[in-house]
């Protein structure tokens, strides 16, 4: 590999802090990043592991962008506008070349298309899979960040998107359903970025859905000491998601799969009950008094054994 650690630094990371002084051109073992008045500084980080957060055989300039976009969803979430990032990459022992200047271009692609600025981080060698972490960092106006404890009981729950397409798309990815969508929807999500703004304005509280709807809609219910309900009927799904739906033996069982599988990244988030909602969001349930998430399908509560993705 030509030259090794410095040379990846160098030539293929260099190029993305696209001359930020704040990145000290990747000389330096950190940044120095000015305070920017009136506004709050919102830091989120994820890691990918190869074979868990995304297929093994995944092409890298594809990992790279999904993995800057998860974080983007974190930041979207909280209403914040991305500026710059981290990067860490651990890569397995004897990883060529080539493979590491197409994740670069990866990184390049959707650095460019969101704004974002490499400004630091290591990269190392790992006898195991290959493993990633991004640091993203967005700003917010001071004291606006929308916080997963904002909801109250009778606030309306609402999410921005079809529910269930990133777990269908894993399966369209392993060959299990056709669909070249559903599968490019697993590789490459699309951050609510768009929505950041509204984000801001109308939310009392938001997530992203990275581990399903019930489970994030719970992680809003438990960070602001309520209960929450969700309607399975009431969820937007994609044509594809209908089609799938359609097809399964048992219509309340496939409602809660898609529910629960996660890597959706869209927003969920709690609204005051008697403002208008917009046409970008679904109402699909509602906070109360108490704790703990309900699923109703038909009217009627589910027993639920599971709300989502959980990471061990």
């Known amino acids: 590999m030509p030259g090794g650690e410095f040379d990846w630094i160098a030539r293929l990371l260099r190029p993305l802090t696209r001359g930020a002084p704040e990145a000290i051109d990747l000389l330096d073992d950190a940044a120095v ?73 990866g990184l390049a692609a959707d650095g460019a298309a969101y704004g974002l600025t490499l400004l630091g981080g290591d990269t190392v060698s790992t006898p195991g899979p290959l493993t990633l972490t991004a640091t993203l960092l967005g700003w917010v106006p001071q004291g606006r960040a929308v916080l997963r404890r904002g909801a109250r009981p009778g606030d309306l729950l609402a999410v921005s998107g079809p529910i269930g397409d990133g777990w269908l798309g894993l399966k369209a990815a392993r060959g299990e359903i056709d669909s070249a969508r559903l599968a490019e929807r697993y590789r490459l999500p ?62 309340t069982d496939a409602l809660l799969a898609l529910a629960t599988g996660g890597d959706d990244y869209e927003l969920v988030c709690a609204l005051v009950a008697d403002q208008p909602v917009p046409e970008a969001l679904t109402v699909v349930g509602a906070f109360a008094e108490g704790a703990g998430v309900t699923a109703l399908s038909g009217g009627a509560p589910l027993v639920l054994d599971r709300l989502g993705w959980t990471h061990g």
């Open 190 to 251: 699309r951050p609510r970025t768009d929505l950041t703004d509204l984000t801001r304005g109308i939310a009392r509280a938001a997530a992203d859905i990275s581990d399903g709807l019930l489970a994030d809609a719970g992680h809003l219910a438990k960070a602001s000491g309520c209960a929450v309900a969700i309607d399975l009927d009431r969820i937007p799904l994609s044509a594809e998601g209908m089609a799938w739906l359609a097809a399964q033996p048992s219509r």
């Open 33 to 105: 990043i000015a305070s920017r008045p009136g506004f709050d500084l919102v830091v989120t980080k994820d890691a990918m592991v190869a074979g868990v957060h995304f297929l093994a055989d995944d092409p890298l300039d594809l990992v790279a962008r999904k993995l800057l976009r998860v974080n983007l969803s974190d930041l979207a979430a909280k209403g914040a506008e991305p500026y710059g990032y981290f990067l860490t990459t651990a890569w397995p022992i004897g990883t060529n070349w080539a493979e590491r200047e197409l994740f670069a271009r």
